[in-house]
């Protein structure tokens, strides 16, 4: 009896870049792929894989693009308002191919999504993917942008990993190069968490929410950071409410199938459970702080 073999996840990866070339090309629409194989030799580790594809997609053309992919059996995992602290990417899935983020903009460039999508546009290189000619940032562009993601990465020795090929590892002229998209699209603050230099810029706007971006530790204060930096007092009340509710999205993602009410109701207790702990032990850490303080001014 004949076995069929799983396709490996490398290879769906890179097919699941050429459709999305496809889909763009075919209806004129801007997209741009990022990270994993659209990546330029010499800026990440060699050997590595990606389990999903990245495609940043020019924000007015958004909502086509993600219109075409539902027409073509793509169907939503995550929203973006659920995605990250950042709102910036969805995660969409095709029972053929691997998952794609589909990229509405990108964390760390402080302006407008739009101007700094055409910023990049206009520099764009093509790498080749599956066979295909995809639209792909500048090589100094990805070195920026995978910098800024090691900001937000979870684990220090990934981050560091990432520093090493896309910065530490570039000559003074590419640097210098990166330097000038950093200063174009207004991304210092973000750039300069990535290189484990957030000190620099506490004071500026938005470094209090990158500087818990990478924090796995405290949701707490990522909650807190959100709500702190949110653009409008509108958004501040949505994301606060937000903040208290359960998310279907990633219990359908972290579940892998559709939750139940009860499924729901399971979460909400063990996040109101783990909230109360992390107020606990946030307010026990301060009271500590606290009494030290006070005992040394003896």
């Known amino acids: 009896m004949n076995q069929q ?5 490398e290879i769906r990866v890179r097919f699941a870049h050429a459709v999305m070339t496809h889909l763009a090309e075919t209806h004129n629409l801007d997209v741009l792929h990022v990270k994993g194989p659209a990546v330029a030799a010499g800026l990440r580790p060699e050997f590595t894989s990606s389990q999903d594809a990245d495609v940043l997609v020019r924000p007015s053309h958004l909502q086509q693009f993600l219109d075409v992919m539902a ?72 070195s920026l942008i995978l910098i800024l993601h090691a900001a937000r990465a979870p684990y220090e020795h990934v981050r560091k990993r990432a520093i090493t090929h896309a910065w530490d590892g570039q000559d003074a002229d590419f640097q210098s190069d990166v330097l000038t998209l950093v200063e174009e699209l ?27 971006a990478s924090d796995d530790t405290s949701r707490l204060a990522q909650w807190q950071a959100r709500i702190a ?8 009340v949505r994301i606060t409410v937000q903040s208290m509710l359960v998310s279907r ?3 359908r993602f972290e579940l892998g199938r559709p939750p139940t009410n009860a499924d729901v109701v399971r979460e909400f207790g063990l ?25 040394g001014a003896k």
């Open 71 to 142: 027409d073509h059996g793509w169907f939503r995992l995550t929203g973006f308002t659920t995605g990250s602290a950042f709102e910036h990417a969805a995660v969409y899935h095709h029972d053929s191919w691997s998952s794609v983020d589909v990229h509405r903009r990108w964390p760390g460039f402080d302006m407008s999504p739009e101007v700094a999508f055409d910023l990049l546009w206009q520099k764009r290189d093509f790498a080749q993917i599956a066979e295909v000619s995809c639209p792909v940032p500048s090589r100094a562009a990805q």
């Open 5 to 9: 073999k799983e396709v490996p996840t």
């Open 186 to 212: 207004n991304a210092e603050v973000g750039f300069a968490f990535g290189l484990g230099q957030g000190e620099t810029v506490a004071h500026r706007p938005g470094a209090r929410l990158w500087s818990t």
């Open 271 to 295: 996040r109101t459970r783990k909230g109360l702990h992390e107020v606990v032990r946030v307010s026990g850490a301060g009271l500590a702080r606290l009494r030290r303080k006070v005992g």
């Open 249 to 251: 999205d990633h219990l």
């Open 229 to 236: 930096e949110a653009p409008t007092k509108r958004d501040a």
